[in-house]
């Protein structure tokens, strides 16, 4: 079978035909090394691409298991956590498009950017807090605010207790993110076989693709970090402490000491009910309590439902609406196969 296939000499069936049975004559030394030749040169082929496929999820895996290790190491986790917070308020302001000052900025997207501050810190930001500013103020701001906001956290936790939890906060989710990135990677690899069809390289499609899954993944570990900080506790009486801090600051809300009936704001806590919100998604390592997100597939078909509106997408989409919008999946339909 392995000269029949390999060979590739049309003399080569004579001489098949007279090295078997009685009287059979040896086959000539040149055949059987052209054979065991193009068997190598195949098989050589073979895993040069292999090892092309795999060092583009290695340098991925390089980048993620780097931010894994120093969260594990370094001596403060908490500018580590603080870090991938600003890039991703920088990201969000940039997106909106605040970066440009000649740009005026979406009034739908601009809503949606407070909508995910409102339910992501406890911190006291509106739509009037931006107005006539720049991106880098608005990032500045909201950053402040946020620190503001996790120096009540700093009060009531042991500073050991505080660094695990951050530490906690973060490996968490990229342990999670990270085991659904590689199933993704994994089904990318067979779906990129069918580009030949195409007229395209499969490497290249490979490589593209790979590329804008692992924004992604980066993108969902700076989201998951940023729900995790104020939603997490070392235990349950430290984060009902921490609650009670954030909501003596709210009463400032209500009619002011002139009589005007004014609204006060506080400085750190918004007036919308954000210690509400933070006990109902709490984890403070209680997973129960948390809000459940289950791993579903980017080309999964769901549909999500926010007050009367339905609507239908693929998780690559609807993952951000139920992430940040606070859309609820109403039913998980199979992958494509």
Known sequence: DLLRLFANNGAIGSLLQRSIG?????????????????????RYAMRKQLLQYDDVLNRQRQVIYALRNSAIHTEEPRSLVFDLVAEEIAARVSAIGYDDPKHTPDESLVEEFIRWVHLTFPASFEQKDIEGKNGEEIKALL?????????????????????????YVIIS???KLWQTHLTEMDNLRQEVG???YGQKDPLQEYKKQAYDYFGQLVQNVRVDV???LFRSASNLMAFENMLA??????????????????????????????ANLLAQNVSAHHPS??????DIGRNAMVTIKKGDEIQKHKWKKAQGMVVNEGWDIVMIEDEPS
Request: hydrophobic share 35%; glycine share 6%.
């Open 173 to 175: 989710a990229i342990d």
């Open 143 to 167: 950053l402040e605010r946020v620190e503001e906001c996790y120096k009540s956290k700093e009060a009531v936790e042991q500073p050991e207790e505080l660094r695990n939890l951050e530490r």
């Open 22 to 42: 009685e009287g059979a004559v040896p086959l000539p030394t040149w055949v059987i090394e052209n054979a065991q030749k193009r068997v190598e040169e195949q």
């Open 194 to 196: 069918l580009a030949g």
């Open 226 to 228: 940023c729900k995790g």
């Open 289 to 294: 309590q948390a809000r459940v997100i289950p």
């Open 245 to 274: 801090m954030l909501s003596q600051n709210a009463r400032a809300i209500g009619p002011s000491e002139d009589g005007s009936g004014a609204t006060a704001q506080p400085a750190a806590v918004s007036a919308h009910p954000a």
